[in-house]
């Protein structure tokens, strides 16, 4: 057997040297952002994307610069929540730049790069979504921002996983509804946070009680104080509460989230805006990974 200062050395292939520049470009981009919030779920339809959606809107509102990351690749829905109906801007030497929705708010996702047929299918196994993902990060300038908001597909899949991996400073901001079938899927999600060591802000309760418009009266459509009892038992923040409540079906329907931002009556609102109030406040209190497991 040769000696081990004979062994060969192994040479980087152009895919290894390909993948360490790409990385070197990730960190650098990661640099210039502040806190980054992973929105997830473990089940579909408890509202996650407008919940990352009107976040974003309202944690730009405040003046502070917010970059919105649509990762649910098979699924997209942010640009239609938001209204968009341009792409990314590609300027001078290659810089490719997210969509400006305001001074403060920047948006990237899947369906920018699809073109005039939004409807197409993205038919892709995980090697070229982890790609994509970190394309996202590495190959278009963000810019210096406060936040960068992550709207991600539900489950614990390769998406989740992605950026866990890519973003370890990240902070998951988990979506569930009341009712036990939404909270067994997300007390999946939180195992997950737990296993890649991704810090949990805590749990927010989508499509709470509706207020009944001819009595007044509550009325729990998915049950009531599930998502609560579920943060307290996995010894997480209930960062916020928020009321069923079909206006924000229809200003999502016709790309009018940002309508939410008029006036102060509505209980949507005043909910939304206490979760950023904890998201903000949460910047120097950070919850720990490593709590018991339900």
């Not at 974003?56 to 610069?65: E, I, K, Q």
């Not at 942010?78 to 810089?95: A, D, Y």
């Not at 730049?97 to 699809?114: C, I, Q, T």
């Not at 005039?116 to 210096?144: C, H, M, Y």
Request: aromatic share 4%; glycine share 12%.
């Amino acid at each position: 057997m040769k000696d081990k200062d004979e062994l060969p050395m192994m040479e980087a292939t152009p895919g290894d040297l390909e993948r360490s520049e790409q990385d070197r470009m990730i960190e650098a981009g990661l640099r210039r952002i502040g806190r980054k919030i992973l929105v997830m779920s473990g089940k579909g339809g408890v509202g996650k994307s407008t919940v990352a959606a009107t976040v974003a809107l309202f944690l730009a509102n405040r003046g502070l610069r917010v970059g919105l990351l649509d990762v649910d690749l098979h699924g997209p829905s942010v640009p239609r929540l938001l209204g968009i109906r341009g792409g990314l801007r590609m300027e001078e030497k290659g810089v490719v730049r997210p969509f400006a929705v305001s001074g403060n708010l920047s948006v990237m996702s899947m369906e920018m790069v699809l073109g005039e047929n939004k409807d197409t299918a993205v038919i892709w196994r995980g090697p070229l979504k982890i790609s994509a993902i970190r394309q996202f990060i590495s190959d278009i300038d963000w810019g210096d921002l406060d936040y960068l908001v992550v709207d991600s597909p539900p489950g614990t899949g390769d998406e989740p996983l992605t950026v866990a991996q890519t973003i370890p400073d990240a902070e998951a901001l988990i979506v569930t509804t009341p009712q036990e079938i939404s909270l067994a899927d997300v007390r999946k999600s939180i195992h997950f946070c737990r296993q890649v060591d991704l810090g949990i802000l805590g749990v927010v309760e989508n499509m709470s009680a509706m207020t009944c418009p001819h009595c007044g009266k509550e009325v729990p459509l998915f049950g009531s104080g599930g998502g609560a009892a579920m943060a307290e038992r996995m010894d997480l923040p209930l960062v916020g509460v928020i009321p069923a409540d079909p206006g924000m079906v229809e200003l999502g329907d016709r790309g009018e989230l940002a309508r939410l931002l008029e006036g102060t009556g509505s209980d949507v609102r005043r909910a939304y805006d206490r979760i950023v109030d904890r998201i903000v406040e949460g910047g120097s209190n950070r919850s720990s990974t490593s709590s018991p497991a339900a």
